[in-house]
Structures are given as C-alpha cells and as structure tokens.
C-alpha cells in the first residue's frame, strides 16, 4: 500500500492521518492531504466533550451518579446516550436506562451540567484545547456537534486519547469501557446493533459491523456528518484521524468499513 491509498476512495479533498503508539510517543506513520484547512467535525465534537467532562469527574468537580436534566438521568447515562433523551429536544423520550438512543441534546445537558460558571467554548477552551496545543479549533455552535478545526488539532486529540496524559488511569478505564450493559441502539447512518456498546462519550466497536470493521472489540471512537472520524485502537497502538469536503452520505457507509481496516493493517 502506498501513501495514496490513505485516501483510495474518498471524494473531495480528505485530510488523513495514520498514527501509531511506540513505547509513551505516538509517531506518525502516514498524512495525506491539507492539514492546516479548518473544516467542521460535527460529532466527532463528542469526544472533546467526553474528555473535558472526564476531567471534571478525574478532578471532583462532577459524578458519574450525579443527576442531570428532567429525565432523572445520570451524568454517565446521559455521555453513554442512554439518559432518555431524543435525538434533539422535541423527539420521543424513554426511561433512562433502558435503551440506547444516541443524543445530541443529552451531551448538550450534560455540558451544561458540569462546566460551572464558564462560557461553555471557554470550558471546552481550558479542559481540552489548551492543554494540547489545539490552537487551530474553536467552538461554532453547540458543543455536541459545534468543532470547527485542522486536521492537525484532530490529530492532536486523538494522540491523547492513544496515548492519554490528561486522565488518571482509573478514569481514562471508565470513559473507553462500556457503559450501561449490553443495551441496543441505532448508530446514525448505520443502523441498528444489538448490543450497541458505548463507553462515556466515544462510541466502542464491540461487534458492530460497521466503521470499525477489522479493528479490535474494544477500538472506540466517533464519526460526524461532516465526514470527519476519529479512531482509537489501543490494542494494535494504532489510531486514524480524517477529515473531508464532502459531507457523510452513502459514499462514506460504503467506503469506510473496509477503508479503515486496510488502515489497521498498514505498514509504511
């Protein structure tokens, strides 16, 4: 495989980083692509948000027990989209706990729910950004969905959540660990999974065939309707970043199954 099969497929003009944990580093193994563009994350927001409310957890500001919202779901229920909430505001709700309805305005409430007294970009700003360099990435719109930057920063986030230093060991365990059992859910341009395994912000592979295809059970990440994704596989030391011009459609349901497992598998 060569450097141009990093983005064999893609339309547009994607942005593509392949990195790989040696030892406490992550190297980079591959890129390919413009780097530097700002371009939105849409979902993939989510897993800034996860690390941010992890640290409050990690530092006592917050619980995972703690009540949040008018369902009477928890602080985890609402991070692991099974809080009972829609999938925006005016859509059905359920009893927390009883299945895995994945939410925009849940990871809303639950910003809301933890960041005190600041702005929620001057949150999102001092728990995550700034402490890994993320100059090129500022909030747009609501926090579950409103990241707008590089590919670069990308790249930055998900060499923590590789190799994590912003979390004690405890709770990075519970963040990337299941949450809420073996509940079934819908995953937004994929489908329905039975069980649909989630951890406390990013989505976990199980056996779900799908984005992940070829990485390990327990990889876990995030994809957005911009066409960006974000993945993490700590078993094989590996994760992948991208970004895109071109919106998720049928294009990327099609592409990225056996895209990213080719990528697993790549050797310079």
Known sequence: MTLADLTLGWPGEPSVVLLQREGDEVVRLASAGPESERRPWASVSKLAVALACARECDEGRARDEDPVGETGATLAQLLSHCGGYGFEENDPRCAPGTRRVYSNVGIDRAVEAVRGTLSVDEWLSQRVLRPLDM????LKGRPSAGLVGSTADLTR????W???RLLSEERDHRVTSVFGG????VVPGFGRFDPCPWGLGPEIHGEKNHWMRGWSPAAFGHFGQSGALLLVDRDAGRA???TSSVPFGAWAKELWPAWSARLREWTP
Request: aromatic residues 0%; without cysteine; glycine residues 6%.
């Open 135 to 138: 100059t090129e990435t500022e």
């Open 157 to 160: 986030l998900a060499a923590e």
């Open 162 to 164: 590789l190799a994590p």
């Open 182 to 185: 073996d509940l079934a859910g």
């Open 240 to 242: 992948l970043v991208a």
